[in-house]
């Protein structure tokens, strides 16, 4: 992937491909910011780039040997080191550092990106410390942290820190609507706002099993014309379908709580919407006051579950206050 296809990081992008043309890398970057923001995918466009045996315009050619093994993740110059468990342990940076004592196989330079460096410990901080106040030659280090508090402070100044920020939402939409092409529309703009500008949390916390049953929720919820009995039954049905989802009720509640935000401000914006859509389209007695009522259920149904009440019980009372 070249650095052309990175959206919404401009400063980082730049200040790699300066360094990248001029031939002055530094020997360890630390890429710091949100999770599924592009910090991994960068430093793999970097390594791309490096590992090009003929370049063009100062992007990978796609077509040599080196662009082949490094797209079909077989190149033996590069290696990507990822927590055991909870964390990266001293064993990991152990063998790491053997690694590092033997020139690269094919390559000019060997290159180790090390996702979320900031689950290292102490001890395994202090052996990478080691690394980077004595690099091996040809290496390059590529420390990739959703936050550099944890690290050891001597760890980040003996990096070069780029950081990296979230995306404004219709640059979201772009990578979500390219990753995820199975989203509707409203799905995707949903995620864009939801993963707060960090576009590559929206595979993961979003499956297809939250939105689907978010949809028939919200479907329910905007359909005309039930008696009190229908309500109720739909409440109760659904209900034990939030109570049985396994993962993701968390991510449910903030599609419904964006779907009643969003509602609230098309009637404050005076918007009409015309069919149902995942965020947009209002209900006749759907005012203000109702729909802050809604929003309320839904965040006190969550704050129940983070102690630990019965969760039948709380998806139960959620969808009954909903269906009212």
């Known amino acids: 992937m070249p650095f052309s296809s990175i959206i919404g990081q401009p400063k980082a992008v730049n200040l790699l491909t300066r ?6 890398l530094a020997h360890g970057y630390l890429f710091v910011g949100p999770e599924g923001i592009g910090k991994a995918t960068t430093a793999r466009a970097l390594a791309a780039s490096l590992f090009c045996q003929a370049p063009q315009a100062g992007m990978p050619c796609g077509r040599c040997g ?10 033996p110059d590069f290696q990507v080191l990822r927590p ?58 590529l420390l990739v942290a ?3 508090e944890p690290l050891l402070e001597t ?16 640059q979201a939409v772009e990578i979500i609507q390219r990753n995820h092409p199975e989203f509707s529309p409203e799905e995707t703009e949903a995620m864009a706002k939801l993963t707060s500008g ?14 689907s049953l978010h949809k028939e929720c919200t479907q329910a ?9 229908e309500a109720l039954e739909q409440a109760l049905y659904l209900a034990g379908r939030l109570a049985e989802l396994k993962d ?27 069919e149902p859509t995942l965020t947009s389209t209002t209900r006749e007695g759907w005012n203000l006051q109702r729909l802050s009522a809604m929003v309320d259920a839904v965040d006190t149904a969550r704050r129940q579950l983070a102690r630990n009440c019965n969760r039948a019980l709380v998806c139960e009372v959620l969808l009954l206050e909903l269906f009212a």
């Open 66 to 75: 080196g662009c082949i093994k490094f797209a079909s993740g077989n190149h």
């Open 84 to 141: 055991e468990g909870a964390g990266i342990k001293i064993q990991q940076i152990r063998e790491l550092k053997k690694s590092l004592s033997f020139p690269p196989f094919e390559a000019e330079m060997r290159i180790v990106i090390i996702e979320d460096a900031q689950t290292m410990g102490r001890e395994a901080g202090n052996s990478l410390l080691k690394i980077l106040e004595e690099p091996p030659p040809n290496n390059l280090l």
């Open 19 to 24: 360094a990248l043309n001029g031939n002055r």
């Open 146 to 148: 959703a936050d550099s």
């Open 221 to 229: 919820l905007l359909s005309k014309n039930r008696s009190q009995a």
């Open 198 to 211: 960090c576009p590559g949390q929206a595979g993961t916390l979003y499956n297809d099993e939250v939105l």
């Open 155 to 170: 760890i980040v100044s003996r990096c070069q820190v780029i950081p990296f920020m979230p995306l404004p939402v219709a």
């Open 248 to 274: 993701g009720l968390d991510q449910l509640f903030d599609l419904l709580a964006l779907f009643f935000k969003e509602n609230m401000m098309t009637q404050i914006s005076g918007a009409q919407g015309t």
